[in-house]
């Protein structure tokens, strides 16, 4: 082939970096030679779901690699898989490292390979070369990702970015790094939870103790800190019912301090239970008024502009009807709440949907924060639709860790050896590497 027929070709090269290194450099140099290059640039929201949020948002990503000598143009990729720009653009080479062969993106080189092949395309792949500068500036990217400031704003540009956030709890180090890292694949997305919510529930479970604030907070601050030492994603704490106002602007600054995003109160006070026991314990609600100055006082003390604040509305939980729900939810926006939660402990999701559908008519914007732990059939596609912003699994690490635990205990108990206990545990070797040396 001359060099003017190559020269028409078109090469396509997916990229979700946002430090652009010689190594990039060189491979775009390199698939030069073969034709016009199109960079795939993956969007914001396809980078978070894999990797980690992108330091720069996608339109300074996008002028930065058009400013590359060799680059013709750039163009959005908004999923992991190439299926959608390939079959598009249909180029003749798609080039990459072959470092895709193994891991998490051979599936999505599996279907590059798929595709290309429908219509005459080829895969072009160069010897991939880990340089330890590179990463490093990887390590002090995440490490940024995990500094205060950076954390902290990270949940507003969330939801901002994707509509709908999903959390998990977490109430250690161990059940953070889970929240942090699990990675499903599935239609060519990578998919992650967004957050993480620190429980009252689950963080008094772990200490063997009730949900009634008697965990205190510098216990639960702890929690925090063991969590965010390990992870870099948002954390929503469980507020409980945000104790004396006079106490409650000290949490606000602390959490704050801490990089915690949000924190949510619920408009209970005296002996607070489990909203999940519902009327089958004395459970008293608090005042519009009294609640509505607590926020108000949370907000003053409130140093920076990215923490949030949410009402949580216990009105249908105990019963007293949607009205006083939707009246408490738009007292609680006007005393300044960032988010309002809405609670149920029933299965069937309809006063759920009509809170959310009622709510939205008079306020489009304030984020909508759900708990589905008993209405959990709706999927978050159709909370996303109804106008929720926040799914929080508020307890299923711990819930699904105890039973395998007591499982294992009462095994070794029966058979007085653990060698049949051996079969629900995790091997030796793995519990040895499963914490990395070098988070
Ligand atoms: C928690 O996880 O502690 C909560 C949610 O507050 S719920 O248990 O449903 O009340
Ligand atoms: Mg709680």
Same mark, same amino acid.
């Given at each position: 082939m001359t060099q003017s027929t190559e020269k028409e070709k078109t090469v396509y090269m997916g990229f979700s970096t946002d430090i652009i290194h010689s190594g990039h450099i060189s491979i775009i140099q390199k698939a030069t030679q073969l034709g016009k290059v199109i960079v795939g640039l993956l969007s914001d929201e396809a980078v978070a779901s894999y990797k980690r949020y992108p330091l720069l948002p996608y339109t300074e990503r996008k002028t930065l690699f058009e400013n590359?000598? #060799?680059? @013709?143009r750039v163009v959005e990729?908004?999923?992991?898989?190439?299926r959608k720009n390939l079959e598009m653009l249909k180029p003749d080479y798609v080039v990459h490292g072959d470092d895709w062969r193994e891991g998490f993106q051979k599936p999505v080189r599996d279907e590059v390979i798929q595709v290309l092949g429908s219509y005459g395309g080829q895969l072009v792949e160069y010897p991939y070369t880990q340089d330890d500068k590179f990463a490093d500036m990887e390590k002090r990217a995440r490490a940024e990702l995990s500094l205060p400031d950076v954390r902290r704003a990270r949940l507003k540009k969330s939801i901002a970015m994707k509509g709908l956030v999903s959390a998990i709890e977490a109430h250690s180090g161990i059940t953070g790094l889970i929240a942090e890292k699990t990675t499903v694949y599935q239609d060519g997305k990578a998919l992650q939870f967004d957050a993480m919510w620190v429980s009252s529930l689950c963080d008094s479970t772990a200490k063997g103790k009730p949900d009634i604030e008697l965990v205190d907070m510098t216990s639960r601050f702890r929690t925090i800190d063991d969590i965010m030492e390990v992870t870099t994603k948002p954390i929503i704490f469980d507020? @409980? *019912? #945000? #104790?004396l106002t006079e106490h409650f602007v000290y949490t606000v600054k602390t959490l704050e301090r801490m990089g915690v995003s949000a924190v949510i109160i619920e408009d209970k006070t005296g002996l607070k239970k489990n909203s999940l026991f519902g009327t089958e314990v004395k459970q008293t609600q608090d005042s519009i008024e009294n609640f509505c100055a607590k926020i108000a006082a949370g907000k003053k003390a409130q140093k920076t502009k990215d923490f949030m604040i949410v009402a949580r509305i216990e009105s249908l939980i105990l019963e007293k009807g949607m009205e006083d729900a939707l009246t408490r939810a738009k007292a609680f926006v006007g005393a300044g709440a960032d988010g309002i939660m809405i609670h149920s402990r029933k299965k069937d999701p309809e006063e759920i949907f009509e809170f959310v559908h009622r709510f939205r008519?008079? @306020?489009? *914007?304030t984020p909508i924060v759900v708990v589905p732990t008993s209405f959990n059939s709706v999927t978050e596609e159709e909370f996303k639709e109804k106008g929720v912003n926040i799914v929080i699994y508020a307890n299923h690490l711990t819930r699904s860790a105890f039973p395998a635990m007591k499982k294992t205990a009462e095994t070794i108990l029966e058979k007085h050896r653990a060698q049949e206990a051996d079969a629900f545990c995790m091997p030796i070797r793995e519990i040895l590497t499963l914490i990395p040396e070098d988070i």
């Open positions: 590359i000598r #060799g680059v @013709d990729q908004t999923e992991l898989s190439y507020g @409980d *019912t #945000g #104790g008519e008079n @306020d489009k *914007t």
